[in-house]
């Protein structure tokens, strides 16, 4: 008896709220339609684009943290430093491949229309490049990080420029730089 006392007052408080508040005025004329622009609501094929692209950028994480773990390791010039990275580095091509052909399949670029269907399809041919490379890195990385490197780094850089223009094409913020990562401590 009490708790349906509760709701009726909870019920009551809410709808004399809502009778209160002041409808939102539309917006003046001399703001352009762009600026106030909400974007669209993705269809159900772009969210499972959206949700592949997610599990595909855990693995390129990985790989850029490989990467990163190489750079460090030839700016010290420590051979045994440098043979762990390579190691690392094959270990994390291994694991990113997983995370990178887990998730491709759901891009499908045909979700997209236009413009936005080329740069999605751009991205999912950089995906499909780094897929490729992930087993010559894993097998090369542990005797010749310094040879596998330059060459990751350059399909990750043709990555980043092709992620980078696909979140702009879909209405998302753009970093300055997704490559970087903060400092470990």
Known sequence: MRCLAVVVCIAATSAQAGEA???????AESTRSEST?????????????????????????????GLGRVSRAQA???????????????????????????????????????????LARRLTIRIDSLIAYTPTCERDAVALPDATAPELTK???AYDTAFRDFRAAIGLPVREDTSKTGNRR
């Open 76 to 118: 010290t010039r420590d051979s045994v430093a440098r043979r762990r990275a390579g190691r690392f580095l094959a270990g994390l091509c291994g694991s990113a491949r997983g995370f990178l052909a887990r998730g491709r399949p759901q891009m499908n670029p045909t979700a997209y229309e236009d413009s936005t269907r080329l």
């Open 37 to 65: 622009a909400v974007p669209a609501v993705p269809t159900p094929e772009q969210q499972r684009f959206l949700s592949g692209l997610r599990t595909t950028t855990r693995g390129v994480a990985q790989l850029k943290d």
């Open 155 to 157: 399909r990750m850089k």
């Open 21 to 27: 508040q002041e409808p939102v005025p539309p917006p």
